[in-house]
C-alpha cells in the first residue's frame, strides 16, 4: 500500500531536550511538508521540500529543523530553542507543487512537552 | 487579517439535514481551493477540489465567488458520518493555507 507514515503516535518530551519525528513516504512524491497544528487554528507551515537535498523555511521555523537526503524521508526536529512545542505535527507530500496542488497527509505525531 | 477565516461553528444538524457553510480568503490572487476533513485526532484528507463553475460531489457540492472571496461547502441529507471538521484551504501562491475548520455534527 503506497502512502504516508509518520513515528511515533505519540511523543512525550522533557524540556530542553531535541526530538525528531519521522515522515516516511512510498509515492515518489517530490515534494513534502511539515505543518504543526494547535487546537483552534489552522494548519501551520514548518518546513517544505520540492526536491531532495534541498529545503526551505514555511512560516514558522524557528525552534525546528529538517534534513531530505532521500525522496522517500523528510524527519523533522523539534529543538529545545522551540519555546512551545507542544502540537500535533502533520507530514504531507504532494507529486510536485508546481503540477499538483493536492497534499496528502500522515497520520500525525501528538508532541507533549513534560 | 487571516488568510482563510472559516465560522468554527459547531454546527448540529439532524440526520437528513442539509448543511452549508463558508469560508473566507483574503489573497484574490489565489487559484487553487479546496476542502478537507479532519476527523478527531486524525489527519485530514481531501474532501474536493472547488473549481470556478462549482462542482459537485455524491451529496456535496462546493461553490466559489471569486468576486466576494469566498467558498462554500453544502452537504445534502446529512449522515452520522459526516461528523467531522472541514478546513477550507486556499492556495495563494506556493504554499496553502489553512482555515481553522469548521465543525459539523450530525445527530441521529
Known amino acids: 500500500d503506497g502512502g504516508i507514515t509518520q513515528s511515533p503516535k505519540y511523543l512525550f518530551r522533557k524540556e530542553g531536550q531535541n526530538v525528531t519525528l519521522s515522515c516516511e513516504q512510498n509515492?515518489?512524491?517530490?515534494?513534502m511538508y511539515w505543518y504543526r497544528q494547535d487546537p483552534g487554528q489552522g494548519l501551520r507551515l514548518i518546513y517544505y521540500?520540492?526536491?531532495?537535498?534541498?529545503?526551505q523555511k514555511g512560516d514558522i521555523a524557528e525552534g525546528y529543523s529538517v534534513s531530505r537526503e532521500k525522496k522517500e524521508s523528510f524527519p523533522l526536529t523539534v529543538t529545545s530553542a522551540q519555546k512551545n512545542p507542544t502540537a500535533f505535527y502533520l507530514c504531507?507530500?504532494?507529486?510536485?507543487?508546481?503540477?499538483?496542488?493536492?497534499?496528502?497527509f500522515g497520520p500525525g505525531t501528538r508532541l507533549t512537552v513534560l | 487579517r487571516k488568510e482563510v477565516e472559516q465560522d468554527p461553528g459547531p454546527f448540529n444538524v439532524p440526520e437528513g439535514a442539509t448543511v452549508a457553510f463558508n469560508c473566507t480568503y483574503s489573497?484574490?490572487?489565489?487559484?487553487?481551493f479546496f476542502w478537507y476533513r479532519q476527523d478527531c485526532r486524525k489527519e485530514p484528507k481531501l474532501l474536493m477540489s472547488v473549481y470556478s463553475s462549482g462542482n459537485e460531489d455524491g451529496r456535496f457540492t462546493a461553490q466559489l465567488n471569486r468576486a466576494s472571496q469566498y467558498i462554500s461547502l453544502l452537504i445534502r441529507d446529512s449522515k452520522l458520518s459526516d461528523s467531522a471538521t472541514y478546513l477550507c484551504?486556499?492556495?495563494?501562491?506556493?504554499?496553502?493555507?489553512f482555515g481553522a475548520g469548521t465543525t459539523v455534527t450530525v445527530r441521529a
Open positions: 521540500s520540492q526536491i531532495v537535498n534541498d529545503f
Open positions: 504531507a507530500s504532494s507529486i510536485d507543487p508546481g503540477t499538483s496542488d493536492t497534499q496528502y
Open positions: 509515492l515518489n512524491h517530490d515534494a
Open positions: 489573497n484574490s490572487a489565489s487559484q487553487s
Open positions: 484551504v486556499v492556495k495563494p501562491d506556493y504554499k496553502l493555507s
